[in-house]
């Protein structure tokens, strides 16, 4: 009685699954394919339009240093992409970070305001 119960069947090692691709096919597969409602495709037009600057600092940036540029949308509606880009402008991750605390930082300070009145 001192022995484990040890089922019917042995336990079988896993095997890796076999491919039949080669991983850089796979990898290719796997990326996201650029489409023409895709956000990249705005982002790129803002990009051209606008510039490799940021709006609100105005640092500029390279091609190695464009992916810290984003698309701000000046209405707040990331659905409203006019062709002309009225509604974009090009900041830095960091304005544009501070750009949407800006609005929390707002209700709290007028809600602190509010309960002591």
């Known amino acids: 009685m001192g022995n484990s119960y040890r089922g019917r069947n042995k336990l079988r ?3 890796p699954p076999a491919i039949d691709k080669p991983v850089d096919q796979i ?3 796997l990326r996201p394919k650029p489409s023409s409602s895709s956000n ?3 982002r790129e037009q ?4 606008h510039g490799l600057i ?3 600092c105005a640092r500029e940036f390279d091609d190695k240093t464009r992916h810290l540029l984003t698309v701000h949308h000046k209405d707040g509606n990331h659905h409203h ?3 002309d880009g009225s509604n974009w402008e090009n900041l830095c ?10 609005g929390i ?8 305001k509010e309960d002591k009145a």
């Open 81 to 83: 992409n006019p062709p």
């Open 93 to 102: 991750t960091y304005c544009h970070d501070d750009e949407h605390s800006r």
């Open 105 to 112: 930082l707002g209700d709290y300070v007028r809600k602190a």
């Open 46 to 49: 803002s990009l051209k339009i």
């Open 40 to 42: 990249n495709t705005y």
């Open 54 to 56: 940021c709006a609100k």
């Open 27 to 29: 990898l290719k597969e």
């Open 13 to 15: 090692r896993l095997q």
